[in-house]
């Protein structure tokens, strides 16, 4: 049966799009079903150009997110400590271990950490080993990104959705940072293009695979991965080109691929003997099952993450936050609402296209909506729309630990609809609403671009006005001219393009050009009322804090540190590569302290310890700067220790164990609030002669409600009964000598 041209080309009407390039239905035989248009590779409808252009974007993208890479040096040390670890023990390796003598691991599942430490392993301990591999992840997401778009539409529309994704300032950020977020961005992007091979033709592997990736991706960052499984579950139940039988059946295989994928780990790690394993990061009882659902999940949602900042600190205990806010509200990691990704903070990060992509989104579905029910197209916009708006409206609600840079998970999303919703109305721009609707899109960007730059009317002020002007100018001639002169058209929807994509790539430009180190990152430069600041917004420096190229500079005068070589790039590092509009001898980024949010400044958590030499809230969100006289001292006689020391939180122990090479004990974990190790614990520790050193600096004596996490009361211990040593303005305790 020959597929009736209505059908063929239903987006037009019945008649061939224009420009001419044949969507997939045209192209795969009997009944619109088939082979759809390949993704990366050439094909003859494919214009000279397409190739060509491809190997460009990913050649931009490569050298935009290598660029000036080593300036941020180890990055987090939070994960760079857990990925040294892993470099150095498998068993390290396998649990996330943060140090190699397995005491604890990190607050997340380990599969983020193990690219970086097969790239340490091989290349040593580094900043290009541990940050390479996220930039890989970002220019293999824009690599599939570009194939799912242009499969179903053109490879205009896939480079752009691949160029608006590459020029996103948070995916510029986190794809060059080493949280778990660049490989849970990458495993999201192929999830979508499974499920949307799948629909192709019912194929029952393509959604195993998206399967697969999902229960990868809960390896990464737990629950976050499940997000968008309702839209894409529901999607494909309902637009499956096969019978409703076989839908279930698929799906059900799917969910056990899934499982198999995500649940191997788990099932290990919950059977694995907790005497001889490290103690699970961020749970209050030693299991990655309470940290699943209790921290990093629903308490993720009603703001209850026990043990968290702010949080409680155990079942029963009491909670409470460290500054003013409700413990269910979203009030210590800025309002909740519907507005959340347009405010201060989040806007300059990911919403620069968000406006335009709901508005493609809506424009994508009605153009669609009388197709039939498994037309690709159609399937497309649903799928990354659903994706869209259930992943926004999670992170507009939930009251509880939210940063910006999380809203790196949109940035696919976005891009896919911004690219497909242009090449939908672009074929259909002899249609009034359709050119309309695209002119729309450009102005909404313009308007809210401006509005973005004027948050810091003295950065690039020319600037917002370019951008208004130029993006009014092409909203109108889109409007107006494609549907009289074609050579008008492409002019303005050049201009258009152009002046959508310079603010977001401005601000991309100047966060490349920054160094970014600690556990609170964002992109661009500072914005009135917002938290931020070149070389990482939403950095004050805390009490005694260094410039990036400190820390680098001193590790290198210690003994046996050859290895830290990686922070060699922070050298003075104010400025960065010299990209235009970068940012001009900026505040330093070493050690970044907490946000403009409800924290005590300065000192770190109540009743800690003042005049710390590290980041933020006393060392939690930001590293130490460690001397070469003090590397010096933890590494004599390291052979003779397990843990040559043990310090409160795991970015004070991080920093030390960076600096060193060799394991120091988080006590408490990453919000030191852990019952790691309990006081009996760590006191049998010290009389077998397995930890060295205790390290008191770092404005942290336990973290939030530390008494009852037993770091407070071990501090409280170590001070009543050893030795006091002052080296370089970092006190030490000696372990091997007590004061009686």
């Not at 620069?352 to 153009?367: I, K, M, R, Y």
């Not at 911004?418 to 450009?442: H, T, Y």
């Not at 690039?460 to 050579?487: E, I, K, T």
């Not at 040559?644 to 970015?651: E, F, L, M, P, Y």
Request: with cysteine.
């Amino acid at each position: 049966m020959t597929t009736p041209r209505s059908h063929q080309y239903p987006m037009n009407g019945g008649s061939p799009p224009s420009p001419a390039y044949a969507p997939p239905a045209a192209r795969a035989g009997a009944g619109g079903q088939g082979t759809a248009q390949p993704g990366c590779r050439a094909h003859p409808a494919d214009p000279r150009w397409a190739r060509p252009a491809l190997l460009v974007l990913l050649l931009a993208t490569a050298v935009l997110y290598l660029w000036n890479l080593s300036s941020s040096g180890y990055a987090n040390s939070f994960y760079s400590a857990a990925v040294q670890a892993g470099s150095e023990s498998w068993k390290a390796f396998f649990f996330g271990s943060s140090d190699a003598a397995n005491s604890i691991t990190v607050d997340k599942p380990p599969a983020a950490l193990w690219p970086m430490a097969l790239s340490v392993r091989i290349f040593g301990l580094n900043s290009w080993a541990i940050l390479v591999p996220e930039a890989l992840m970002g220019l293999a997401t824009v690599g599939v990104l570009y194939a799912a778009v242009k499969r179903r539409f053109s490879p205009a529309a896939g480079l752009i959705a691949g160029g608006v994704l590459a020029f996103t300032p948070v995916a510029a950020l986190m794809f060059r940072f080493n949280n778990p977020d660049a490989l849970l961005a990458l495993l999201m992007t192929v999830t979508v293009y499974c499920v949307l091979r799948a629909l192709e033709a019912g194929r029952t592997k393509w959604l195993v695979w998206a399967g697969v990736a999902v229960g990868f991706a809960f390896l990464v960052k737990t629950l976050q991965a499940f997000v968008i499984l309702p839209p894409l579950a529901l999607l494909y139940a309902v637009c499956a080109p096969v019978p409703v039988r076989k839908r279930i059946g698929q799906l059900a295989l799917a969910g056990l691929a899934m499982v198999v994928t995500g649940g191997w780990w788990i099932a290990i790690v919950e059977l694995w003997p907790a005497s001889s394993r490290p103690y699970i990061g961020g749970s209050q009882n030693n299991s990655f099952l309470e940290l699943t659902f209790g921290y990093n999940g629903l308490g993720r949602i009603n703001g209850e993450e026990t043990g968290s900042v702010g949080g409680r600190v155990g079942p029963g205990g009491p909670g409470g936050p460290v500054g003013a806010g409700g413990g269910g509200g979203g009030g210590r990691w800025g309002e909740t609402g519907i507005w959340r990704m347009f405010n201060e903070s989040v806007g300059g990060q990911i919403s620069w296209l968000l406006p335009a992509a709901l508005v493609l989104l809506v424009a994508g579905v009605v153009l669609t909506w009388r197709n039939r029910r498994t037309d690709e197209r159609h399937a497309a916009f649903l799928a990354w729309g659903g994706a869209l708006l259930i992943t926004v409206a999670v992170f507009s609600f939930m009251a509880g630990i939210f940063h910006e840079y999380y809203t790196v998970a949109l940035a696919p999303y976005i891009a896919a609809l911004v690219g497909m919703g242009a090449a939908a109305l672009w074929e259909r721009r002899a249609n009034p609403a359709a050119s309309a609707a695209l002119g729309g899109a450009v102005a909404v960007t313009a308007v809210w671009s401006y509005v973005l730059l004027g948050r810091n009317p003295d950065w690039l002020p020319w600037l917002r006005w370019a951008v208004l002007v130029a993006g009014l100018a092409a909203a109108a001639g889109l409007a107006l001219a494609g549907r009289r002169n074609r050579r008008l058209a492409s002019g303005a929807a050049g201009l258009g393009l152009a002046a959508s994509l310079a603010a977001p790539l401005a601000y991309t430009l100047s966060t490349v050009d920054s160094a970014h180190s600690g556990s609170i990152v964002m992109a661009g430069p500072r914005v009135a009322g917002g938290v931020g600041g070149p070389g990482g917004p939403g950095r004050r420096l805390g009490v005694g804090m260094q410039p990036p190229g400190r820390q680098g500079q001193n590790n290198q005068q210690g003994q046996g540190n050859q290895g830290n070589q990686g922070n060699q790039g922070n050298q003075g590092n104010q400025r960065g590569g010299g990209f235009p509009g970068g940012p001009q001898g900026g505040p330093p980024a070493m050690g970044q302290g907490s946000p403009q949010r409800n924290f005590p400044q300065g000192g770190g958590f109540p009743g800690a310890e003042g005049g710390a030499r590290g980041g933020g809230m006393g060392g939690l969100l930001g590293g130490q700067d460690v001397s070469g006289e003090v590397a010096t001292k933890l590494q004599r006689g390291a052979g003779d220790y397990t843990w040559i020391a043990a310090a409160i939180g795991s970015q004070n122990a991080a920093s030390y164990q960076l600096a060193t090479k060799n394991p120091v004990m988080p006590i408490g974990g990453f919000n030191g609030s852990d019952p790691s190790p309990t006081l009996a614990q760590f006191k049998e520790y010290v009389k077998q002669g397995k930890i060295h050193y205790f390290l008191a600096s770092g404005g942290m004596t336990g973290g939030p409600r530390a008494g009852d996490s037993g770091s407070r009361s071990i501090t409280t211990w170590v001070e009543d009964n050893f030795t006091k040593v002052t080296v370089d303005g970092t006190t030490l305790y000696d372990l091997t000598e007590p004061t009686d």
